[in-house]
């Protein structure tokens, strides 16, 4: 249960770290460079398409694993300390505020992503039957 917690914890700490780039960054007194830096690095945290993708084994969570927290650290050393306290500061409250996830509104989501699948099963059935007639 030890290693599990400590995981937990860094995912933690990983949310609050993007959540404090994400405050930075649209701090006014946050210079340009960390701005488009800090942006460059929640965008590729938040993003499904990595350079490496997540379904080759061992590689594609390792650059998750390696590029994430450099490019976090380096926006941090970036982005001038009092900023950085102050986002941090919102980040954290941000993080204990949140709201747990709203499982009514996760099966709706899914719900509609089934129906557009289905529909678009439908379709291409109905295209290939027309074709072949």
């Not at 959540?19 to 340009?32: E, G, I, Q, V």
């Not at 970036?78 to 500061?89: D, H, V, Y």
């Not at 989501?109 to 072949?132: E, G």
Request: proline share 6%.
């Amino acid at each position: 249960m030890g290693l599990l917690l400590q995981w937990k914890k860094l995912a933690q700490g990983l949310k609050i770290e993007i959540f404090t780039l994400y405050y930075a960054y649209r701090n006014p007194k946050t210079p340009w460079y960390a701005k488009a830096w800090a942006a460059l690095v929640v965008a590729y945290a938040l993003s499904p398409i990595d350079l490496i993708p997540d379904f080759i084994p061992v590689l594609g969570y390792l650059d998750d694993l390696i590029l994430i927290p450099l490019g976090i650290a380096l926006a941090i050393r970036l982005i001038p300390k009092t900023i950085c306290a102050e986002s941090r500061e919102l980040a954290q409250r941000h993080v204990e505020d949140a709201k747990p996830a709203s499982w009514v509104m996760g099966a709706i989501i899914i719900a509609a992503w089934v129906l557009a699948a289905a529909l678009t099963a439908y379709v291409i059935v109905q295209s290939v039957a027309r074709a072949a007639v």
